[in-house]
Structures are given as C-alpha cells and as structure tokens.
C-alpha cells in the first residue's frame, strides 16, 4: 500500500517525504520502488551505513546521465495500459455474469426439485414470450370476471345501465377466458369451475411455469457465456500483462525527466562542490530540483540532521509504523508537508 501511495503521488507531479522510526521499514519501500526502473525516484539519507553528502552525490550524478526523451513511448504505454484495463474490466462482469447465473440456475433446480414442481416435463416447450402471454391473458381474465358482476361496476351509470353492460361485459369474459384456456391446455391445465378462489390457484400455477421458464432462460445465458475457469485465467493473464507494462511505464516516466542545460550546469556546479568538500545549500538544492528529486526517504529521528527545517517543502508526508512514533517525532515531519498520509495500527491515534 506504501508503494501504491508514493508512485501514484510522484506520477501526478507531487514531492513526497516518506519516514518511518526505524531503518528497515525506510529500506524496504526504498529498494522495492528504486529496483524497478534504472532512474531511482527515492534519494535515501541517513541510512546507517552512508554520509549525506555522498548519497546526494550520487543520485545527482545519476540526473545528469545522458537519456533520450521517451514522452511518445510513454503515451503508447499508457494507452495500452487502459485498453488492459478495459479488458480487465469487461472479464470482470463476464464473471460476475456467470456467477450470478449459476446461482440462479441452482436456486431454481432446488426450487423445482423441492417443490416437485408438474411442469418439469414441459421445459421445452415453454419461453419468455409464451408465459408473458399466459399472464397478460390471466389478468385480462380475471379483470373481466370482476367486471362481469354488477355490483363490482366502477360507475353509477353502468349500474344504472347493468341490463346492456352485462351481456357486454360477460361477453368479454367469456372471450377472455376462452383465450386464456387456449393457452393452459399447452401445460395439460384443464379448465376448472369459475369462482373467486380459481383465480388464487390458477396463479400458483402459472408461478410455477414461471419458475421453469426463468430456470431456462438463466440456463440459456449462462451457455453464450464462456466457461468460468476460462474467464479466471483471462483474468490471471491481463493482471500479470498490467503489472509488467506498469513497470515499464514507471521507468519511461521517469526516463521523460529530462534536465534542461541550464540545470544541468547548475547541478554540476553542485557535484563538484561535493566532492571538493564545499558546503552546499541543501534547501536551495531540493526547492530548484523538486521535480527530478521527487521522493525523500529518512528515518524520523534522522530528519533533523538530513533536511532543512523548512515549512511544506513537500507535497505529502508518509509516516509508516506511525503507532512507533511519539509527538516528538511527528511534528517536525508535518511541518515539512502540505499533507500526510498516516499509516499504522489502531494506536496511531496516540500521536
């Protein structure tokens, strides 16, 4: 997650102090982000086995290696990185597709099987469109039996008027209930005495046909889909294909941090002071070169000796193994931030 935190903050152009309490912490999140490109983003002080003025020797006389400008490879790059992305994604809700699928399918066997559900048999020959008839039909039926009686007549004039609007109405039921057993005979449902209680058992069964007809659409679906365990493998694939381009991307990022020849000359001025032993404005050096020195590791209780004690000299302070650290310690790295990332247990509240 440290890892995460610094590059994404480094690849949107922000400064970062990263400090812990102890060296190993500092150590490992600086060998794990300096090995994966051959321009180094962390300059490491005070570490125990290393003077400040030769670590920032040396990371200045890496600056000023010759290197080519990569801005249209690292375009290229980026654009394959969100077309893998897009990849990854679209396989992501293949699979969540497929899950939900077999879920439904399972749910609707035991549902079948359980219930000892009379129309397994008729599982092909049953569809979507032809149960979505049968219910539009059954409540057209039922709505004109309702409607068939006159004291269930929405209007005083149609009560009034019963003797025209009954041959009318039952005449529509009549209909609707013909068409309606029309299509109960292709499920083997025979018709039955017409009263208020048909209608509630009636619907029971046209619920089971439901469930057949759902269980065979779910089992359609999930047959256009691919096999689940292709799809985690396609998944396994991208994943592993991001990870290697994202590492190139990093390297060309920091490869397109080209030193202008004014800069450069400045910086030279720098290093030969260094190794003659000159004093070097350390707070002048990190202000002009915030952008090529973008990450600073050191411990905080080395930070005082390392860096100039100057007010939001860095866009984020990360503080690993903050439950380790005292307020003491703390304050002086926030004082050199804008922002800060606190990372720890839950006593990092304490500080």
Same mark, same amino acid.
């Given at each position: 997650m440290i890892s995460e935190i610094i590059i994404n903050s480094l690849f949107n152009g922000q400064t970062v102090l990263f400090t812990s309490k102890n060296h190993k912490a500092v150590d490992v999140v600086v060998e794990r982000l300096n090995s994966l490109s051959n321009t180094p983003p962390i300059l490491r002080l005070g570490d125990e086995n290393s003077l400040f003025d030769r670590k920032l020797l040396e990371y200045l006389e890496k600056l000023t290696d010759p290197s080519t400008v990569f801005d249209e490879d690292l375009k290229i790059k980026k654009d394959k990185y969100i077309a893998l992305s897009n990849s990854y994604n679209s396989s992501l809700e293949i699979k969540s597709k497929i899950i939900k699928f077999r879920n439904q399918i399972d749910e609707a066997e035991n549902k079948i099987c359980n219930t000892n %559900? $009379?129309?397994?048999?008729?599982? %092909? %020959?049953?569809n979507i469109d032809y149960i979505s008839e049968l219910k539009s039909s059954f409540e057209s039926t039922k709505k004109s039996y309702y409607l068939s009686f006159k004291e269930n007549q929405e209007s005083l004039l149609k009560k009034l008027l019963w003797f025209h609007y009954k041959k009318v109405n039952t005449t529509k039921f009549n209909d609707d209930l013909e068409h309606l057993t029309s299509l109960l005979e292709h499920y083997n449902i025979k $018709?039955?005495?017409i /009263?208020?209680?048909y209608f509630d058992k009636l619907s029971n069964e046209i619920n089971k046909i439901e469930e057949i007809c759902n269980y065979k659409k779910s089992l359609s679906e999930l047959n256009n889909l691919a096999e689940l365990e292709t799809v985690d493998s396609d998944l396994i694939k991208i994943k592993k294909d991001q990870i /290697?381009?994202?590492k190139e991307i990093w390297d060309l990022h920091l490869k397109t941090?080209?030193?202008?020849p004014d800069l450069k000359q400045w910086i030279g001025n720098i290093i030969s002071d260094l190794k003659l032993g000159n004093p070097v404005d350390v707070s002048a050096?990190?202000?002009t070169l915030s952008h090529y020195m973008p990450c600073i590791a050191v411990t905080s209780l080395r930070l005082k000796s390392q860096l100039p004690f100057t007010k939001a000299m860095f866009d984020i302070a990360v503080i690993d193994e903050a439950s380790m650290c005292d307020i003491a310690c703390v304050l002086p790295v926030l004082y050199r931030a804008k922002k800060a990332v606190i990372i720890g247990d839950s006593n990092q509240q304490n500080i």
């Open positions: %559900n $009379p129309y397994r048999t008729v599982i %092909n %020959n049953t $018709p039955a005495v /009263d208020k209680s /290697d381009l994202a941090l080209e030193l202008p050096v990190f202000k």
